[in-house]
């Protein structure tokens, strides 16, 4: 009797056990031992895991890329810096202490003149005409403000016939760069646009960009430095500027051994107005 009783209490067990496994597939589980039966969806949507883990792969590659992108950044950024330094050690583009020395004691002179406050009020009138010529020509606008106030003091009615204006171009200079100088017929009278500022500034920046654009092809030197060296060439030329970086084997006018002249002096004078950020005064 008991031998029958033991198989069916394990005949009973197994049953429950079959049909607690049935239940655990249609979302059930047995109870606890304590009695409490809990209830839990076991199917899962399949269609959202694959979405979820796919979203997951691809943000973990963008991830990816973005540290990659930022890194070849860092390290374009890191050897550019490299070349530049590199660059400017070389005899051809080091900066002459002369150079510094003369910007140096011009930059006192500007600073400690109150005679030059008055000058530098004048170019107020000018900073927007300068920056839309400058910006047209993709030069920096503080160098075509400086050398409008080094030139003339930002005097439009500044000298005479053989040179004058507010950039002091001569008339064969002035005509090249786009400015009409002589007999108009349809005005029927003579114009001379070196004395229109508007006009004047525009020519400069024509030629600080033709000037510029001109050596860096002639000497394969960046733009940075050619900038300098199309200043010295609106001063003395183009021709005197190729010859004194020539016979120099300069790139940069900055490392030049300049002379005790009104051209060794000329960009100095618009390097100091520079550094010396006049227009920040206005």
Known sequence: MKKYLI????????????????????????????????????????????SFVTNTIKS?????????NEKIENESRQKKES??????????YKINPLFEKRVSQILKQF?????????????SSYISTIKKAATEKNIPWNILYCMAFTESKFNKDAGGKIIGGLLQFDQITGKFFGLHIGYDKEKKKNIDERF?????????????????HSFHIELDAPFENTIYDAI??????????????????????????????????????VEACIRGKFWKRI
């Open 60 to 68: 973990q590659k963008i991830e990816n890329q973005n540290v990659k």
């Open 232 to 269: 010295a060439a609106f001063k003395a030329g183009k021709g005197a500027a190729s010859a004194s970086l020539y016979s120099q084997h300069k790139k940069d006018y900055r490392a030049l051994r300049l002379g005790n002249t009104d051209y060794g002096w000329y960009v100095p004078k």
């Open 111 to 123: 600073t400690n003149n109150p005679y030059y406050l008055g000058q530098i009020l004048r170019g």
């Open 196 to 212: 229109i500022p508007e006009r004047s500034i525009e020519a400069a920046a024509n030629a600080l960009a033709f000037y510029s």
């Open 83 to 92: 070349l530049e330094e590199a660059i400017h050690s070389l005899p051809a």
């Open 7 to 50: 198989l069916g209490l394990g005949s009973l067990v197994c049953a429950a056990i079959y049909a607690g496994k049935d239940d655990a597939q249609e979302g059930y589980v047995l109870p606890t031992p304590y009695g409490i039966f809990h209830e839990e969806k076991m199917r899962r949507d399949e269609k959202g895991i694959f």
